[in-house]
């Protein structure tokens, strides 16, 4: 069988992603776009067989790109995230799209325990205090997480480690995800949103979740953490809650535009924790992530079941064309 067209999409240099899949071998021809920008990624498209993502979300399959790979037969996105991607585009054409479940796990929900942590305490505050000169011991008026409401928007592996985390520090958690759960843990949104001291978001941005948390609903000085996506938290309610005093904090790992304007107004914010999107990387979870790419690739291209489709397509993956791919 002569090899599958393989089109790399990462942000690397080329002579690294053929370092990172020489795994495969002999079994996929690698190539790369000519340039990172939309036209080079249209123009790469004809001959591909198969897709692995841009995991900074600039080259996306949307439904231009998916009319312009009349060969393509799968689509390895990696990453957890898949916005940007068409799911429907891909879908009619008969493409699965998978992502890498589970494998940033323990890095986001852990960096989401710091994030509650350091705002709770008030630690970047105590920081900048004490490098300033000053002594504040009695004006920070830290809190213990012991005891308080933490409500986790997102129940995926990210969001049930968050749970165990805060549970373990004796926090009273809830939890909120799309599909109603016969759990006493499961909670309505509202309610969750309104009643918890701390609000982490660790759900998927899709147009049912876009906007889907308005902090202003939020309880009278409660915190927010979002690892999430930009796109799931009302920004702009966000810096209203925030300006108005009536959240005690956000820490946020993501935004709507990334990475974060100069003139964004959350920059000057006081009780604002920034993060560059790093949440999930580690070197555990790149390594996990590799080895997740690495075994679904290779289950496509020898015609095994791949893990994580995301788009409701068959896992089995199939050749559009017998005949030897474009070069």
């Not at 995926?156 to 480690?161: K, R």
């Amino acid at each position: 069988m002569s090899p599958w067209n393989l089109l790399a999409l990462p942000p690397l240099p080329e002579q690294a992603m053929r370092g990172l899949l020489a795994p495969l071998g002999d079994r996929v021809t690698l190539r790369v776009p000519a340039s990172r920008d939309r036209d080079a990624l249209l123009a790469a498209l004809p001959g591909a067989e198969i897709v692995l993502g841009d995991w900074t979300g600039a080259l996306v399959m949307d439904a231009e790109a998916v009319a312009a790979a009349p060969r393509l037969a799968f689509v390895q996105q990696p990453s957890v995230g898949v916005d940007g991607h068409d799911l429907a585009a891909l879908a009619a054409a008969g493409v699965p799209l998978a992502n890498t479940p589970g494998v940033s796990a323990a890095a986001v929900s852990e960096w989401c325990l710091a994030a509650t942590l350091s705002l709770s305490r008030k630690l970047a505050e105590a920081d900048a205090a004490v490098r300033a000169g000053k002594w504040p011991q009695q004006g920070l008026l830290p809190r213990e997480l012991r005891g308080k409401r933490a409500g986790v928007i997102g129940y995926g592996p990210i969001g049930a480690m968050c749970a165990d985390l805060l549970r373990a520090l004796g926090c009273e958690v809830t939890y909120w995800t799309r599909t109603p759960r016969e759990d006493p843990g499961y909670q309505d949104l509202d309610a969750l949103v309104s009643g918890s001291d701390v609000v982490v978001v660790v759900i998927a941005l899709s147009g049912e979740t876009r906007g889907l948390v308005d902090p202003r609903r939020m309880k009278q000085g409660a915190l927010l953490v979002n690892a999430a996506r930009g796109g799931v938290v009302d920004q702009d309610a966000l810096v209203e809650a925030l300006r108005s005093g009536h959240l005690g904090g956000a820490a946020l790992d993501v935004f709507d535009t990334e990475p974060l304007p100069a003139a964004d107004p959350l920059r000057d914010l006081p009780d604002v924790l920034l993060s560059p999107h790093v949440a999930g990387v580690t070197p555990e979870s790149t390594g996990r992530l590799v080895t997740a790419v690495l075994d679904n690739l290779a289950a496509a291209v020898e015609g095994r079941e791949v893990t994580g489709v995301v788009n409701g397509i068959s896992p089995k993956i199939s050749r559009k064309f017998t005949q030897s791919p474009i070069a």
